[in-house]
Nanobody, 116 residues
């Protein structure tokens, strides 16, 4: 059974930083694209960034380019999201995502609150 578990969320002041982690189990992690999404209160789910299985290629939403960095450690079955210069409107729940056999799989999410 595939499981994704996010961690690292919390409260941070505007301009601050957080590092999220998502650990996967029950699959050959190193063969899958991993993605981070977020959902602000009252808004739709938004794709933030994706990373190729080898980590060689990443694709960022324009809104986070230059501030967020995705990385992965295939030996630890973990994908990370380093978020710098956070803004209040980036408050929300952050989810990692994987598509297995055409099915979207999600973790429970981790709350990020950017507020002074």
């Amino acid at each position: 059974q595939v499981q994704l578990v996010e961690s690292g969320g919390g409260r941070v002041q505007p301009g601050g930083s957080l590092r999220l982690s998502c650990r996967a189990s029950g699959l050959s992690f190193s063969t899958y694209i991993m993605r981070w999404y977020r959902q602000a209160p009252g808004n739709e789910l938004e794709l933030v960034v994706g990373i190729h299985p080898t980590g060689a290629t990443t694709t960022y939403a324009d809104s986070v380019k230059g501030r967020f960095t995705i990385s992965r450690d295939n030996a630890k079955n973990t994908v990370y999201l380093r978020m710098n210069k956070l803004k209040p409107d980036e408050t929300g729940v952050y989810y990692c995502n994987i598509i297995v056999d055409l099915l979207d799989l999600w973790g429970p999410g981790t709350q990020v609150t950017v507020s002074s």
